[in-house]
């Protein structure tokens, strides 16, 4: 059936009534994360299955969800009275020309603030022809009819699922994987009836050959502890089986993630790798952060500390040791007439008696009035007396003034000579301020620009760590664990093969027994066996064989052709792309088979991105769909995926719209890919080899400042073509 339109009214995002109308060919519908696109699958998963998706990608009932489908803006602007949320699906029948509309229903009913919600969805169905009206489909049978026609459940993992389940729906390393595909590629079981109704039929013959014989041995007695002990070795052997096939799986299972896990381990290092480089960044950064804040901090007291403040004083400088140098030259000079003061008085003091003080001597000559240098008489009033006097109280007089002048002025020498000294250690400090300056503002600059630099790495390491992330899904944490586990599903992976080797051993020697053993019991039948019933055990053994033998050529006829579609579409999806790609082979491991990639040697190859595996992934599923060329069920049946191309490069992503618009009849994809990537876009909407059905856009409406709720969320639907 072809989807021809999905109404939303009041579902999640989805405010108010929004209609999407889809056509054959590609249908796409871009939009970012979080904008929307999931709820549109979300919408018809529910409307089929009654089941919708958490924020977790949790499958839940209607019930566990309850006001969680509704949307926000549609509770937040109702008046008192009925809400309703519900969806509605139209499928066209080209097999019968019939037009079927499903459509689910959640009531709620609102009460002042309080909103009640119905505990269970309503379900409508209505067909109609080009004739007649719609009809209500009511018959709880005609309408799980009408859903199978839809989509039928064996095929539903391979038509609709999301990117994250691609995982889960082609994982060959459990057989019942393989089987389940099979089985919707092709009519094994049938085969699978046939080989157990032989083995039944084998096992009965035996079982009355066994009790013939035993009626005819010589020996009852050893006949039945031959018997015995063939049953317990049998008992043994499918213990042994069961044994090894557990093995096996083990094995398949460590194998393959040890496969897994290395195709991983090259990005996983270089996570490790950019994120310990990251790491660095971030630590050299912030170290320059914190010595750059400190160079600008320290600019205010290098004012101070460095003696900045200095700068321009050098006048100063010079007039202060003109100033010293005058006050200098008063001292000395002072100090040159005390000197001659004294000097003029040590004459004098030559003139007189020796050892006799001088200002003594000269009072004495004033007592007896006489001069007693020359013997002549001074009588008191006279010249000569005044003369002696004034003698004596110059010399005393202007020795006193002076040494009096020198005492009673502050004597700042030391101090000036301190400063000037001073002065001439700062004089050539100045002279090195502007290169100091200089040299400061340079540190101040040379950190700014690391700093950038530094932000700027960060910023690209950062990014590239987020894009190795992005495309592979191992986060930086998930990149320090790999290698470990590496280790240990190999080692792992080798304790399961060990144990193959040795159950398998021991298996052929409990067969070789078991053989041994019959060997033993049919000696002590000493009458022939009825030849009816010899043949009719041969016949029974040839019929099981022929069964076994016919499943597994039909089987493995079946792996191939399942291979070679697989690469079919392998090969279509990766035309655009350089890079090597491989051939798809499904290689067989223990009875169990598992995709990989190898050259057109046989020699896998190693180390694929997250891509290539998604890819060999999609083209096994569309393998599994387009082997069944006699049912048609590419024409029959819509696929649709939610982020199927997550993990491709640009080439990959149009390689699979390419793939998958040639493949399906009608296919609806939601993708974030073509949303930010204008070129890619216009690629998709123009590119002739794809054959393209409507393409829309959707984007929520709110504005920054109403991000914190979704009180008014509204979904806006553009189509593109």
Not at 357 to 382: F, S, Y
Not at 616 to 637: E, V
């Amino acid at each position: 059936m072809i989807l021809k339109s999905v109404s939303l009214q009041n579902f999640m995002c989805y405010s108010g009534e929004n209609n999407f109308e889809f056509s054959k060919g590609l249908n796409v519908i871009i939009g970012d994360n979080g904008y929307g696109k999931s709820k549109i699958y979300d919408g018809i998963y529910w409307v089929m299955f009654d089941k919708c998706f958490d924020s977790n990608g949790e499958e839940k009932t209607t019930k566990q969800l309850g006001r969680e489908i509704v949307s926000d803006k549609a509770e937040y602007d109702a008046e008192v009275g009925p809400i309703e949320c519900s969806v509605k699906l139209t499928f066209y029948d080209n097999r019968n020309e019939y037009t079927y509309t499903l459509e689910r229903k959640l009531m709620g009913n609102k009460r002042d603030d309080e909103i009640i919600y119905s505990p269970s969805s309503s379900e409508k169905v209505t067909k109609k022809t080009a004739i007649l009206s719609a009809q209500v489909v009511d018959d709880e049978d005609e309408i799980t009819r009408i859903k199978r026609r839809i989509l039928p459940d064996n095929i539903k993992p391979y038509m609709w699922f999301q990117g994250e389940q691609i995982n889960n729906i082609v994982d060959f390393r459990n057989s019942e994987t393989l089987t389940n595909a099979i089985n919707v590629l092709s009519d094994i079981s049938k085969f699978d009836e046939i080989a157990s109704v032989s083995e039944s039929l084998f096992n009965s013959v035996d079982k009355e050959l066994k009790k013939k014989q035993r009626s005819l041995s010589t020996d009852k007695e050893k006949s039945d502890e031959l018997e015995l002990d063939i049953n317990r070795k049998r008992s043994h052997l499918q213990d042994y089986l069961l044994d090894l096939k557990k093995a096996r799986e083990g094995h398949l299972d460590a194998s393959g993630k040890a496969e897994d896990l290395v195709s991983k381990l090259d990005v996983a290092q270089k996570i490790k790798k950019l994120d310990e480089e990251r790491l660095r960044l971030e630590s050299s950064f912030n170290s320059t952060v914190i010595k750059l804040r400190e160079a600008q901090q320290s600019i205010h007291k290098k004012i101070f500390t460095r003696g900045w403040i200095l700068k321009g004083t050098e006048e100063l400088f010079n007039a202060f040791e003109g100033k010293k140098a005058v006050y200098d030259d008063r001292k000395l000079e002072l100090r040159n007439k005390i000197q001659e003061e004294k000097s003029f008085q040590k004459k004098l003091q030559t003139r007189l008696p020796e050892n006799v003080p001088e200002p003594i001597h000269v009072n004495k000559m004033l007592e007896q009035e006489k001069c007693l240098v020359c013997d002549r008489e001074a009588p008191k009033g006279t010249d000569a007396y005044e003369a002696i006097k004034s003698l004596l109280e110059k010399s005393d007089d202007t020795l006193k003034s002076l040494e009096a002048g020198e005492s009673k002025r502050n004597n700042f020498s030391s101090d000036f000579e301190n400063l000037y000294r001073t002065g001439l250690q700062q004089e050539a400090r100045i002279k090195e301020i502007d290169q100091d300056i200089n040299e400061s503002w340079k540190e101040i600059d040379e950190l700014f620009s690391e700093k950038e630099s530094l932000k700027k790495s960060f910023e690209d390491i950062e990014a590239q760590l987020e894009n190795y992330i992005s495309e592979s899904s191992i986060s930086a944490v998930d990149s320090k664990r790999i290698t470990n586990e590496v280790i240990t599903s190999q080692k792992l992976s080798s304790k399961y093969s060990a144990d193959i080797g040795s159950l398998e051993h021991q298996i052929n020697n409990i067969k070789k027994d078991i053989q041994r053993l019959e060997e033993k019991y049919a000696k002590l039948v000493v009458e022939d066996l009825p030849e009816k019933m010899l043949k009719k055990f041969q016949l029974a053994t040839h019929l099981n064989e022929a069964a076994k033998s016919t499943r597994k050529r039909v089987f493995k006829e079946l792996i191939s052709q399942l291979e070679a579609e697989a690469n079919k579409h392998y090969q279509d999806m990766t035309k655009d792309n350089l890079s090597t790609r491989g051939i798809i082979r499904l290689s067989e491991y223990h009875g169990n088979y598992t995709p990989e990639l190898v050259d057109n040697e046989g020699n896998p190859l190693s180390q694929l991105n997250t891509g290539n595996t998604l890819l060999i992934k999609l083209s096994t599923i569309m393998a599994i769909i387009s082997a069944r060329k006699s049912t048609r069920d590419t024409y029959l049946y819509t696929l649709i995926a939610d982020a199927p191309m997550s993990s491709f490069g640009e080439n990959y992503t149009l390689g699979f719209c390419k793939t998958v618009s040639q493949v399906y009849t009608q296919s609806i994809i939601m993708s974030k890919d073509f949303y930010k990537n204008e070129n890619l876009r216009n690629q998709l909407l123009n590119d002739s080899k794809i054959n393209l059905g409507k393409v829309y856009i959707v984007e929520p409406n709110l504005k920054e400042k109403e991000r914190e709720n979704r009180m008014s969320l509204v979904t806006h639907i553009k189509q593109l073509n």
